[in-house]
T-cell receptor, first 116, second 113 residues
Framework: SAVISQKPSRDICQRGTSLTIQCQVDSQVTMMFWYRQQPGQSLTLIATANQGSEATYESGFVIDKFPISRPNLTFSTLTVSNMSPEDSSIYLC?????????????FGSGTRLTVV | QQQVKQSPQSLIVQKGGISIINCAYENTAFDYFPWYQQFPGKGPALLIAIRPDVSEKKEGRFTISFNKSAKQFSLHIMDSQPGDSATYFCAASMGSGYSTLTFGKGTMLLVSP
C-alpha cells in the first residue's frame, strides 16, 4: 500500500500565525484528501486535491483559511491560516488506491496542531 | 445529507470476548464500506472492507456483516485482545470514481485483560 509521510508530526503555534503541513506519498496518486480530526471526534473532510486543478473544498471550509497546493502526483501541502485555538486538531492526509492491496483509502499519521 | 451512524460510542469487552460495533447508513448509492482502526497518535488504518454484493467478509478475527435491506453493517472482533484497544471508525463511499469517505463518529474499544 502507499506510504504517506506527513510533516510536521506535531506543532504548537501562536494564534494569528499560519502553519503549512506537508504530505509526501511514495507512489503517484491522482487523488489526495485532507481531513481534520478534532480531539475525540471523527474525521471531517476538508478538501480534495487533484494534481493540475484547484482543490475542491467541503462545506464549511474555504480556500482563504485552508489553501492547498498539489504541485505533482506525490506531494501536497495544506496551510492553516490565521490560526485560532479552534483550529487545534489533528490534520490528516489521505490517498485513494485503485489497485493493489489494500484497495481503498490510506492515511498518514497526521499532524497534531495546538494553537495557543 | 449523507450520514453514517455508529454505535456504541464506547465499549468495554473482556479479553477473549466478542466486540460488536454497528453502523447504519442512509445513502443507497454507497457501495464500499470500510472499517478503520486508530491508535492514539496514529492515523486511521484500514482494517477490513466490504461491498454490498456479499453479506459477510472475514479476515482473521475480524468479520464484517452486511445487511443491505436494513442499510446496516457491523464489525465483529472475535477473541478480543488488549492489543485491539483502539478507536474504530466505520465509513462509506461510492467506491468508484472520485467519491470520498463519510465516517461514523467512532467507537472507543477497551479490551480488559
Amino acid at each position: 500500500s502507499a506510504v504517506i509521510s506527513q510533516k510536521p508530526s506535531r506543532d504548537i503555534c501562536q494564534r494569528g500565525t499560519s502553519l503549512t503541513i506537508q504530505c509526501q506519498v511514495d507512489s503517484q496518486v491522482t487523488m489526495m484528501f485532507w481531513y481534520r480530526q478534532q480531539p475525540g471526534q471523527s474525521l471531517t473532510l476538508i478538501a480534495t486535491a487533484n494534481q493540475g486543478s484547484e482543490a475542491t473544498y467541503e462545506s464549511g471550509f474555504v480556500i482563504d483559511k485552508f489553501p492547498i497546493s498539489r504541485p505533482n502526483l506525490t506531494f501536497s501541502t495544506l496551510t492553516v491560516s490565521n490560526m485560532s485555538p479552534e483550529d487545534s486538531s489533528i490534520y490528516l492526509c489521505s490517498v485513494k488506491q485503485y489497485t493493489g492491496a489494500p484497495y481503498g483509502y490510506t492515511f498518514g499519521s497526521g499532524t497534531r496542531l495546538t494553537v495557543v | 445529507q449523507q450520514q453514517v451512524k455508529q454505535s456504541p460510542q464506547s465499549l468495554i469487552v473482556q479479553k477473549g470476548g466478542i466486540s460488536i460495533i454497528n453502523c447504519a447508513y442512509e445513502n443507497t448509492a454507497f457501495d464500499y464500506f470500510p472499517w478503520y482502526q486508530q491508535f492514539p497518535g496514529k492515523g486511521p488504518a484500514l482494517l477490513i472492507a466490504i461491498r454490498p454484493d456479499v453479506s459477510e467478509k472475514k479476515e482473521g478475527r475480524f468479520t464484517i456483516s452486511f445487511n443491505k435491506s436494513a442499510k446496516q453493517f457491523s464489525l465483529h472482533i472475535m477473541d478480543s485482545q488488549p492489543g485491539d484497544s483502539a478507536t474504530y471508525f466505520c465509513a462509506a463511499s461510492m467506491g468508484s470514481g472520485y467519491s470520498t469517505l463519510t465516517f461514523g463518529k467512532g467507537t472507543m474499544l477497551l479490551v480488559s485483560p
